[in-house]
């Protein structure tokens, strides 16, 4: 158990895997509390009886389980490869520690989201006049106004409690002399970026209450599944696919950080394409065409193909943007 990591990445693997069974052990139990024994657990029964609480609950749970998973995976990464080491003397030690530090910052990063939502919530039912006037009773801008510090903050603390968790283990263990860095390939290049750029999907989609199946209209949980977990997940192999296939043979010196400005970028030029398009064929119908396209499901079929178009283009797009592409000298002819 604690002799050093051979394999190269092996740590890295080791502690992602304990960072995210730690999250979701600790979602679980979070859940289970506030269903069974929280002040509003009647009201919380009541809401989890409709399909797209228990669908929106387990794309949270699982958004958060991937962020820390990835920062965990990165700052490891970044770590070993700064001491030109794949692995640690005693890997059994440094993996108990991160899942000790992650409980406790998982607490505390519990607690801080639950005081700074009331203090947030307080703040606006006491400035409700001015909030109405600045931002309007509906719309997108109280939309966002509602969600999205809230939103901003809870990612922020968990991409800082991921990297704190990993610098605090890394300080009871002793790199392995003469391991070598893990390697970095495309293949890690092209799942960040398309891990970024799903976490992105998911988080807007969830502060937007957005579903990502827009031809929902029953009640029926498989319904939801569809558009909450199948297609995400399709949206992550086709992004992957995409990315690994535009990347180049030799990344340089790119990192982590390359991959994830990668992600981010395919993401936000597909919705930016996706609007604008939406809006060029808005003003090419009229509202009686809207009306009965709005009402077929083959509507929903294209709009899915056309933004998985886009996305594959957003992918491509970054990947000849951000990388740099270095020709091969030709041979020199041998005398």
Known sequence: MNTPTDRPSALAWRLTIA???????????????????????????????????????????IAGSLLIGLTTWGAT??????????GVDRPGRMTAVLLAVSLVLFVLISAAQALLQHAF???????????NNA??????????????????????????????????AAWSVTPA?????????????????????????????????????TYVRSGELLDYA??????????????????LKSLPRTLGKAGMGRAIAHGTFA???????GVGLALLVL??????QLTRVAASYSTSVVSLLVYGALLALGCYAGARLLYRRRETPPAVASA
């Open 19 to 61: 960072a995210i069974g730690l999250q979701l052990l600790g979602a679980a139990l979070l859940q289970a509390y506030l269903l069974s024994a929280s002040p509003l657990a009647a009201q919380l029964r009541e809401a989890y009886a409709r399909p797209e609480m228990v669908a929106t609950t387990v794309v949270q749970v």
């Open 77 to 86: 990464q970044r770590w070993l490869r700064r001491r030109d080491a794949a």
């Open 121 to 131: 919530y307080s703040f606006v039912f006491t400035h409700q006049e001015w909030v």
């Open 135 to 168: 931002f309007g009773y509906y719309g997108p801008a109280r939309v966002i106004l509602m969600a999205l510090p809230l939103k901003l903050c809870g990612i922020l603390m968990t991409i800082a409690s991921g990297w704190l968790a990993v610098r605090i």
């Open 177 to 213: 002399a003469g391991a070598g860095a893990p390697p970095y390939r495309p293949r890690h290049a092209a799942w960040i970026a398309a891990l970024t750029l799903l976490l992105w999907q998911l988080h807007v989609a969830l502060m937007l209450g957005a579903y990502f199946m």
């Open 226 to 243: 569809l558009g909450y977990w199948v297609l995400p997940a399709i949206i992550l192999a086709l992004a992957a696919w995409v990315c």
């Open 267 to 273: 993401f936000w030029l597909t919705q930016v394409l």
């Open 283 to 288: 003003w090419s119908m009229t509202w009686s």
